[in-house]
C-alpha cells in the first residue's frame, strides 16, 4: 500500500484565479493520477501524471486548464487555472505501488475541496 | 466508452439489515476492486477480485466476480452504522480503469 498526503485539504478561490494542489506519497510509485469528484458522486480521470514526461490528459481535459508536473516518483502537483466556479469540486490524487501484482488497484489521497466564487 | 453501472444509486436502511449492491457492464473487466468512501475522505480500497465466479470475504462483507468478469457485487450482512459510505467498483480493462457511478448507503442506528 501507500500513504498519500494532499495540500492543501480545502481551498476558497475567486474566478480568474490559479491553485496548485500538491500530491506526496510515502514511496516510489510507478503511476499517478488525478481525479475529479462532485460529493456523493463517482470519480472522472482528468489525466495520468507521467515522470519526466507530459502527463497524458483524458478526454474533455486539457494542458493548458489543468497543467500537471511529476518531477519524481514520489510527488505530483496539478493546477487548476483560470478558475470559475464549475471548478468547484473535489480533486483527488491516486497511485498505482511499485510490485502491486494486480493492476488497477489505486491508493487515494485524502482529497482537496475547492470551492470557486 | 466503458460503463460500469452500480445499483441501487442510494441505499437507505436500518442498523442489522443485509443488503446487496450490483456493478455491471457489457465489457469484460482484467481485475475489479471494490472502494468505500466516507465523507471528506478518499476512496479506501476494500477488495480487489481477478478470477471470473471469485468471492474474497472481509468479515461482514463478501465480493463476488461474475464468471464472464463483467459484473460484480457487495453483500454485507447485519449492516452497522460504520458501514455508511459511498461504495465505488471499479474495472481495469487493458490497463484503463473505469469507475461505478457509485452507491451511497446509509444505515440508520
Known amino acids: 500500500s501507500a500513504v498519500i498526503s494532499q495540500k492543501p485539504s480545502r481551498d476558497i478561490c475567486q474566478r480568474g484565479t490559479s491553485l496548485t494542489i500538491q500530491c506526496q506519497v510515502d514511496?516510489?510509485?510507478?503511476?499517478m493520477f488525478w481525479y475529479r469528484q462532485q460529493p456523493g458522486q463517482s470519480l472522472t480521470l482528468i489525466a495520468t501524471?507521467?515522470?519526466?514526461?507530459?502527463?497524458?490528459?483524458e478526454s474533455g481535459f486539457v494542458i493548458d486548464k489543468f497543467p500537471i508536473s511529476r518531477p519524481n516518483l514520489t510527488f505530483s502537483t496539478l493546477t487548476v487555472s483560470n478558475m470559475s466556479p464549475e471548478d468547484s469540486s473535489i480533486y483527488l490524487c491516486?497511485?498505482?505501488?511499485?510490485?502491486?501484482?494486480?493492476?488497477?488497484?489505486?491508493?487515494f489521497g485524502p482529497g482537496t475541496r475547492l470551492l470557486v466564487l | 466508452t466503458q460503463l460500469l453501472e452500480q445499483s441501487p444509486q442510494f441505499l437507505s436502511i436500518q442498523e442489522g439489515e443485509n443488503l446487496t449492491v450490483y456493478c455491471n457492464s457489457s465489457?469484460?473487466?482484467?481485475?475489479l476492486q471494490w472502494y468505500r468512501q466516507e465523507p471528506g475522505e478518499g476512496p479506501v480500497l476494500l477488495v480487489t477480485?481477478?478470477?471470473?465466479?471469485e468471492v474474497k470475504k472481509l468479515k461482514r462483507l463478501t465480493f463476488q466476480f461474475g464468471d464472464a468478469r463483467k459484473d460484480s457485487s457487495l453483500h454485507i450482512t447485519a449492516a452497522q452504522p460504520g458501514d455508511t459510505g459511498l461504495y465505488l467498483c471499479?474495472?481495469?480493462?487493458?490497463?484503463?480503469?473505469?469507475f461505478g457511478t457509485g452507491t451511497k448507503l446509509q444505515v440508520i442506528p
Open positions: 491516486s497511485v498505482e505501488v511499485i510490485g502491486d501484482r494486480v493492476s488497477g488497484t489505486q491508493y
Open positions: 514511496s516510489q510509485v510507478t503511476m
Open positions: 501524471a507521467n515522470q519526466g514526461s507530459e502527463a497524458t490528459y
Open positions: 465489457s469484460v473487466f482484467s481485475s
Open positions: 477480485v481477478v478470477t471470473g465466479g
Open positions: 471499479a474495472g481495469d480493462r487493458y490497463q484503463k480503469v473505469t
